[in-house]
């Protein structure tokens, strides 16, 4: 059997089918301690509220009628007007539904808008999606049709109290040359949990303008929904800027809705992918966060319940982390936002991602970090000496995870490497 090249490049195996692979596995495998995958919390407060919005919805028929219909291929017209209103209303933002689209998932809007501002150009040019702060999204990587498509930026490293350490852009090393096409930052960020500051932002917004690139923010964990955020930070959006949304982290990742906020022209042409490829984004997902908008419900579950209860839990977690491993083993990057705890084993006389297998043949799954650094100039030792966990899953489950953890790095400091 012989593949196109698109068909070489999209099956070979990427970090981010591992990242799926492993989380489908955990899942389904008894005893598996599943520290690595992106599934959010089941919070009761909310499974209980879905459960009985769709009970709702399907006595009153709004569940069969999304069920039963297709909707345009741009996305469900209720929720368009519904949430540009709600965001026009809570941020002054000029806007209206003709500035969002509504796609299978945020993993599709990326590619749609990876593939829409780099790769090969008219006349020979190849435009490249610029990172300005690694590491980032491990779903990034593989989503260009063309080869070195991507490239990024080493950070400043802050080394924090208690510890933990941050990301900052570095600024003097982030060069804007004319093959550039998009620039995209996470906010929070997955891997880290870092959040940029207003003023980062506001820099990279204005070195967009500037360039007349895009500047794209995945908010997939962030304000105003589902705000899994712990750190100051005011929501961004103008007409140079292209935000995405999911419905994911609200507790809804099986719906598989991602949102597009953007000016109308980008918005036209996700439409016009969309229907190529999908017909239509489904519907499900946007009739339940229609009747979240109309009830009120969808930023007040996300201040009260869903940001308080990762803020506990991720304090927790890091209680349990420095029971078992001290400074002196593991650095953790400042819990900012977003799901994941990012630990830093500066010393580890071997790879994460050998001691991904080892914890894995343990029955802990994690994820090494060098999967987070796409599109480095060369090679980058701190790449390898990282690593994410999900901290989302039960509190005893985290405490033998982490006890198995700290276990194989003592083995992997007392072995020196062999």
Request: aromatic share 8%; charged share 15%.
């Amino acid at each position: 059997m012989s593949f196109s090249l698109f068909g070489n490049k999209f099956t070979r195996h990427a970090g981010i089918t591992q990242l799926m692979d492993d989380l489908n596995d955990g899942l389904r495998t008894p005893g598996a301690i599943m520290l690595g995958g992106g599934n959010p919390a089941h919070i009761p407060e909310m499974d209980s509220y879905f459960q009985q919005l769709c009970q709702e919805m399907l006595t009153q028929g709004q569940l069969t009628e999304a069920l039963c219909n297709y909707d345009g291929p741009q996305g469900k017209n209720t929720l368009l007007l519904a949430l540009a209103d709600l965001l026009h209303e809570t941020f002054g933002w000029q806007i209206g539904p003709q500035n969002i689209a509504l796609t299978n998932g945020s993993q599709s809007a990326f590619f749609y808008l990876c593939n829409l501002f780099a790769g090969r150009h008219e006349q020979g040019r190849h435009k490249k999606v610029l990172f300005p702060l690694a590491p980032e999204y491990i779903g990034y990587a593989d989503s260009g049709l063309d080869e070195e498509m991507f490239v990024s930026v080493r950070p400043q490293i802050e080394l924090l109290p208690e510890g933990q350490f941050k990301y900052h852009v570095d600024f003097d090393q982030l060069h804007i040359t004319p093959d550039i096409g998009l620039i995209c930052v996470s906010r929070p960020t997955n891997p880290t949990g870092n959040v940029l500051s207003d003023e980062e932002l506001q820099r990279l917004d204005a070195l967009a303008r500037q360039h007349n690139i895009p500047l794209l923010i995945d908010n997939a964990y962030g304000v105003p929904f589902p705000g899994i955020t712990f750190s100051p930070a005011t929501p961004h959006w103008n007409s140079n800027t292209i935000l995405c949304m999911s419905l994911s982290k609200l507790g809804l990742p099986g719906a598989r809705c991602g949102i597009i906020i953007a000016e109308p022209g980008v918005i036209s042409a996700i439409s016009n992918i969309n229907g190529i490829i999908s017909l239509s984004p489904g519907g499900i997902g946007p009739a339940i966060a229609y009747e979240m908008i109309r009830r009120g419900d969808l930023l007040r579950l996300s201040d009260n319940v869903i940001r308080p209860f990762y803020q506990q839990r991720v304090n927790h977690t890091i209680e349990i982390l420095r029971r078992y491993l001290p400074p002196e083993r593991c650095l953790i990057h400042k819990p900012e936002g977003a799901i994941f705890l990012w630990l830093w084993l500066k010393d580890l006389p071997i790879t994460t991602a050998t001691l991904y297998q080892r914890l894995k043949q343990r029955g802990v799954l994690m994820v090494p970090g060098h999967y987070f650094f796409p599109g480095l100039d060369q090679p980058w030792r701190h790449a390898q000496q990282c690593l994410r966990m999900n901290y989302v899953p039960d509190p005893q489950q985290i405490e033998r995870g982490i006890a198995i953890l700290a276990e194989e790095v003592e083995r992997a400091h007392t072995e020196g490497g062999a």
